[in-house]
C-alpha cells in the first residue's frame, strides 16, 4: 500500500513552465519577514532563563525562590512548581491565541501579509517595554500578554508570506528560514540571559526582557519597506497589471503570465468566499479536511515531543539536575547553538529530501533521545538523589541530540507544511488554525509542564516519547509529499493519496445560489 506521494514529473514541470530565479529582491524581502521568528524565539529563549533567575524569582515568585534554598525539604523535580509562575510564561500564548483566532486571520486576508507584520511588530514592542520595566508580577503577566498580541499576528503573516514569495522548488528553504531565525533569536536570548544573570546589582532580568524590543523593531520598521506577496494583491482585488508587475519584479523575468494565471485561479475557485467565511469553508467542506487535519495535528503533536517545555525550561531543568545557575544557562547556550545549526542544515535538506523524509527521521532521533534522557533520571536522580557529573554531562549531550532532532525536522517544518497546503481563498484562515492550534498546545504544555515534572518526575518524557512514536506514524501514513510541487497546485495532491483521496473525492452539494431580495 502507498503512503505517500511524491509530486513526481508533475511538479517538476510545473517548476520549468514558471521559471525564474532567486533574486535578490525577493531574498532580501524573506529575511527581513523572518525576523517574526526571531521575536518568537527570543521570547522562549527569554522565559526559560529569566525563570531560573535568583533575583527575578525572590521579587515576584518567593515561595519558589524558598524550595531552591538548602534544606527546603523539596524533592528534586518539584523546587519550581507554581501555577503563577507557569502562568507568566503561558500568559504570553493565550492573548496569542485569542489575537489569532479573533483578529490576525481576518486582518491579513483583508488588508494583507505586510500590515499584520507591522501590527505585529509594533505590540512586540509594546510588551517588550513594560516586561523589562514591571514592578510586580500582574505587571510581567501584562507584558507577556502584550508579547502574545505581538506574535499572534507576527505568526499568521511570516509563515503565509515566505511560503508566498519563494519560487516553487525553494520553497522549503525559504519557508524554513522562519524557523531558523527562531534558532537565532532563542541564542540571542540564551546568550543576554548568561551575561545578565551576573549582573551583581541583580536587575539582568530587565535587561534580558527588555532587549525583546531589539528583534521588534527590525522587524516593524523591515515590513515597512516590504513588497506585499502577489497572492496577497490578487485575493484583495488589486489590479492584474499591478500584481504582474510585482510578480516580474520577484522572479526576476518577463514572462510570469502562467504563474499569475495559476494564482488567479486559486482566488475563490467557487466564487463564494470572502474575507469573513474563510473558516467556515474548512469546517464544512470535505475537500478542505485533509487540510484541516494537518493544520490540527502537525502543530499540536510538534507540541507533545516537549521541546517547548526543554525551550521555556532547559535552564530550570538543568537546575533540577544539580548545576548552578550559571552553568545552567551556559549549557543551555550550546544547545541552543546546535539546534541553530541543524535548523540551518534543514533549509539545505528540505527541498532535496522531501518533508516526509525529515520528520520521519527526525521523529525517530528524537525518540530515542527522549527514552534515554527519561531513563537515566529515572535510574540516577531519583526524587531526593543526587547526579554525577557524568551523568550530567550525558544528559546535556542528550537534550542537545534530541534539540537536533527537532531542529532539522518537526521544528522547521510545522510552520512550512501548514502553511503551503492550504488554497489561496483560505489559506489566512487555514493559518490561523495552525497557530490556534500550536498555541492551545503551547499554553497546556507551558503552564503544566511543571506541575506534570513534580507528579511524573522522571516518567514525563516516556509520555512526550509516546508522542513522538504517534506523530511519526501519523506523517508515514497521512502527510504526502509536496516538494518542488507549486503553492497552487498542491491542492491536486490529496486526490493522489491512498487515503485521502476517499475524503476529497466524494461530491458535495453545490453551494446554494444568493437569494433575491
Given at each position: 500500500m502507498a503512503v505517500g506521494f511524491t509530486g513526481g514529473s508533475g511538479g517538476e514541470d510545473q517548476q520549468r513552465r514558471y521559471g525564474g530565479r532567486v533574486t535578490a529582491f525577493a531574498a532580501l524581502s524573506c529575511v527581513t519577514a523572518a525576523m517574526g521568528g526571531a521575536i518568537f524565539g527570543y521570547d522562549i529563549g527569554t522565559a526559560g532563563g529569566?525563570?531560573?533567575?535568583?533575583?527575578?524569582?525572590?521579587?515576584?515568585?518567593?515561595?519558589?525562590?524558598?524550595?531552591?534554598?538548602?534544606?527546603?525539604?523539596?524533592?528534586n523535580y518539584c523546587k519550581f512548581d507554581s501555577q503563577l509562575l507557569t502562568l507568566f510564561t503561558s500568559s504570553l500564548y493565550v492573548s496569542g491565541l485569542l489575537t489569532a483566532v479573533l483578529l490576525a486571520s481576518w486582518f491579513t486576508a483583508r488588508h494583507g501579509r505586510r500590515p499584520s507584520m507591522i501590527l505585529g511588530g509594533l505590540a512586540y514592542l509594546a510588551g517588550a517595554a513594560v516586561s523589562g520595566g514591571a514592578v510586580n508580577v500582574y505587571m510581567a503577566i501584562l507584558g507577556r500578554a502584550l508579547l502574545g498580541v505581538g506574535l499572534g499576528f507576527a505568526n499568521q503573516a511570516v509563515p503565509l508570506y515566505l511560503s508566498e514569495m519563494a519560487p516553487a522548488r525553494y520553497r522549503g528553504a525559504f519557508s524554513?528560514?522562519?524557523?531558523?531565525?527562531?534558532?537565532?533569536?532563542?541564542?540571542?536570548?540564551?546568550?543576554?540571559?548568561?551575561?545578565?544573570?551576573?549582573?551583581?546589582?541583580?536587575?539582568?532580568?530587565?535587561?534580558?526582557?527588555?532587549?525583546?524590543?531589539?528583534?521588534?523593531?527590525?522587524?516593524t520598521v523591515g515590513a515597512m519597506f516590504l513588497p506585499e506577496t502577489p497572492n496577497s494583491l490578487v485575493q484583495q482585488g488589486r489590479d492584474r497589471g499591478e500584481v504582474k508587475a510585482m510578480l516580474q519584479k520577484i522572479r526576476g523575468i518577463d514572462a510570469v503570465d502562467e504563474e499569475l494565471d495559476d494564482i488567479v485561479a486559486a482566488n475563490d475557485p467557487t466564487g463564494q468566499a470572502t474575507d469573513n467565511n474563510g473558516l467556515h469553508m474548512i469546517l464544512s467542506r470535505r475537500r478542505y479536511r485533509p487540510q484541516l487535519a494537518m493544520a490540527i495535528l502537525i502543530p499540536s503533536f510538534t507540541q507533545l515531543t516537549g521541546i517547548n517545555a526543554i525551550g521555556f525550561y532547559a535552564p530550570v531543568l538543568l537546575r533540577t539536575i544539580g548545576l548552578s545557575e550559571s552553568e545552567a544557562l551556559l549549557s543551555t547556550v550550546v544547545m541552543v547553538i546546535v539546534s541553530s545549526a541543524s535548523t540551518f542544515a534543514s533549509m539545505f535538506l528540505v527541498d532535496r529530501f522531501g518533508r516526509r523524509?525529515?520528520?520521519?527521521?527526525?521523529?525517530?532521533?528524537?525518540?530515542?533521545?527522549?527514552v534515554l534522557i527519561g531513563g537515566i533520571m529515572a535510574a540516577k536522580l531519583r526524587d531526593q538523589g543526587q547526579i554525577t557529573r557524568t551523568y550530567a554531562l550525558a544528559l546535556i549531550i542528550l537534550i542537545g541530540v534530541y534539540s537536533t532532532g527537532f531542529g532539522w525536522s518537526w521544528g522547521p517544518l510545522s510552520w512550512l507544511v501548514p502553511s503551503e497546503i492550504f488554497p489561496l481563498e483560505v489559506r489566512s484562515a487555514g493559518q490561523s488554525i495552525t497557530v490556534a492550534s500550536g498555541f492551545v498546545f503551547t499554553i497546556l504544555v507551558a503552564q503544566y509542564f511543571l506541575a506534570m515534572l513534580c507528579r511524573f518526575k522522571a516518567w514525563l518524557f516516556f509520555v512526550f516519547a509516546g508522542w513522538i512514536v504517534a506523530m511519526t506514524a501519523f506523517v508515514y501514513l497521512f502527510l504526502p509529499e509536496t516538494k518542488g510541487i507549486p503553492i497552487e497546485q498542491i491542492d491536486k495532491v490529496w486526490g493522489q493519496h491512498w487515503f485521502w483521496k476517499g475524503v476529497v473525492t466524494v461530491e458535495e452539494p453545490p453551494p446554494a445560489a444568493p437569494q433575491k431580495l
Amino acid at each position: 500500500m502507498a503512503v505517500g506521494f511524491t509530486g513526481g514529473s508533475g511538479g517538476e514541470d510545473q517548476q520549468r513552465r514558471y521559471g525564474g530565479r532567486v533574486t535578490a529582491f525577493a531574498a532580501l524581502s524573506c529575511v527581513t519577514a523572518a525576523m517574526g521568528g526571531a521575536i518568537f524565539g527570543y521570547d522562549i529563549g527569554t522565559a526559560g532563563g529569566v525563570s531560573s533567575m535568583e533575583p527575578f524569582l525572590r521579587e515576584f515568585f518567593p515561595e519558589v525562590h524558598r524550595r531552591m534554598q538548602a534544606g527546603a525539604g523539596v524533592g528534586n523535580y518539584c523546587k519550581f512548581d507554581s501555577q503563577l509562575l507557569t502562568l507568566f510564561t503561558s500568559s504570553l500564548y493565550v492573548s496569542g491565541l485569542l489575537t489569532a483566532v479573533l483578529l490576525a486571520s481576518w486582518f491579513t486576508a483583508r488588508h494583507g501579509r505586510r500590515p499584520s507584520m507591522i501590527l505585529g511588530g509594533l505590540a512586540y514592542l509594546a510588551g517588550a517595554a513594560v516586561s523589562g520595566g514591571a514592578v510586580n508580577v500582574y505587571m510581567a503577566i501584562l507584558g507577556r500578554a502584550l508579547l502574545g498580541v505581538g506574535l499572534g499576528f507576527a505568526n499568521q503573516a511570516v509563515p503565509l508570506y515566505l511560503s508566498e514569495m519563494a519560487p516553487a522548488r525553494y520553497r522549503g528553504a525559504f519557508s524554513n528560514g522562519f524557523q531558523f531565525s527562531l534558532c537565532l533569536g532563542a541564542l540571542a536570548a540564551t546568550v543576554v540571559n548568561y551575561f545578565a544573570q551576573k549582573i551583581k546589582a541583580g536587575w539582568g532580568w530587565r535587561l534580558s526582557l527588555g532587549l525583546a524590543a531589539v528583534p521588534a523593531v527590525l522587524l516593524t520598521v523591515g515590513a515597512m519597506f516590504l513588497p506585499e506577496t502577489p497572492n496577497s494583491l490578487v485575493q484583495q482585488g488589486r489590479d492584474r497589471g499591478e500584481v504582474k508587475a510585482m510578480l516580474q519584479k520577484i522572479r526576476g523575468i518577463d514572462a510570469v503570465d502562467e504563474e499569475l494565471d495559476d494564482i488567479v485561479a486559486a482566488n475563490d475557485p467557487t466564487g463564494q468566499a470572502t474575507d469573513n467565511n474563510g473558516l467556515h469553508m474548512i469546517l464544512s467542506r470535505r475537500r478542505y479536511r485533509p487540510q484541516l487535519a494537518m493544520a490540527i495535528l502537525i502543530p499540536s503533536f510538534t507540541q507533545l515531543t516537549g521541546i517547548n517545555a526543554i525551550g521555556f525550561y532547559a535552564p530550570v531543568l538543568l537546575r533540577t539536575i544539580g548545576l548552578s545557575e550559571s552553568e545552567a544557562l551556559l549549557s543551555t547556550v550550546v544547545m541552543v547553538i546546535v539546534s541553530s545549526a541543524s535548523t540551518f542544515a534543514s533549509m539545505f535538506l528540505v527541498d532535496r529530501f522531501g518533508r516526509r523524509t525529515l520528520l520521519l527521521v527526525g521523529g525517530v532521533q528524537m525518540f530515542v533521545s527522549e527514552v534515554l534522557i527519561g531513563g537515566i533520571m529515572a535510574a540516577k536522580l531519583r526524587d531526593q538523589g543526587q547526579i554525577t557529573r557524568t551523568y550530567a554531562l550525558a544528559l546535556i549531550i542528550l537534550i542537545g541530540v534530541y534539540s537536533t532532532g527537532f531542529g532539522w525536522s518537526w521544528g522547521p517544518l510545522s510552520w512550512l507544511v501548514p502553511s503551503e497546503i492550504f488554497p489561496l481563498e483560505v489559506r489566512s484562515a487555514g493559518q490561523s488554525i495552525t497557530v490556534a492550534s500550536g498555541f492551545v498546545f503551547t499554553i497546556l504544555v507551558a503552564q503544566y509542564f511543571l506541575a506534570m515534572l513534580c507528579r511524573f518526575k522522571a516518567w514525563l518524557f516516556f509520555v512526550f516519547a509516546g508522542w513522538i512514536v504517534a506523530m511519526t506514524a501519523f506523517v508515514y501514513l497521512f502527510l504526502p509529499e509536496t516538494k518542488g510541487i507549486p503553492i497552487e497546485q498542491i491542492d491536486k495532491v490529496w486526490g493522489q493519496h491512498w487515503f485521502w483521496k476517499g475524503v476529497v473525492t466524494v461530491e458535495e452539494p453545490p453551494p446554494a445560489a444568493p437569494q433575491k431580495l
